[in-house]
Nanobody
Framework: VQLVESGGRLVRPGGSLRLTCVAS????????LRWLRQTPGKEREWVTA???????????DAVKGRFTTSRNNMNYDMNTVYLDMNAMTVGDTGTYFC??????????????WGQGTQVTVSS
């Protein structure tokens, strides 16, 4: 499985940004796809997730009402997941990582990470 993020850049406070993660590999459509971020001085935190069929897309409380995620299952071995960020604040600055998890019976079986994309919110 490979995860390749893109879209990170400098954005003004109050602005919007879309991050894209192209997820490829055998059976990637069975994976939950998640976004996590590493902000300065903090541990990596979960931001959003989307279920394999796209029907469930929870969002962390810290970004609720501002961030949304969606998924395009192009085919069984290639999916794209998006993170749409609005009303951004300085606190959203950080490295955003795409993550793929295959779960069975509530247990994490396989997990993969992208390299991350840097988002900077500054005036």
């Amino acid at each position: 499985v490979q995860l390749v993020e893109s879209g990170g850049r400098l954005v003004r406070p109050g602005g919007s940004l879309r991050l894209t993660c192209v997820a490829s590999g055998s059976g990637i459509s069975r994976y939950h796809l998640r976004w996590l971020r590493q902000t300065p001085g903090k541990e990596r935190e979960w931001v959003t997730a989307v279920s394999p069929d796209g029907s469930d897309a929870p969002v962390a409380d810290a970004v609720k009402g501002r961030f949304t995620t969606s998924r395009n299952n192009m085919n069984y071995d290639m999916n794209t997941v998006y993170l749409d960020m609005n009303a951004m604040t300085v606190g959203d600055t950080g490295t955003y990582f795409c993550n793929a998890v295959l779960a069975r019976g509530g247990e994490k079986v396989f997990e993969y990470w992208g390299q991350g994309t840097q988002v900077t919110v500054s005036s």
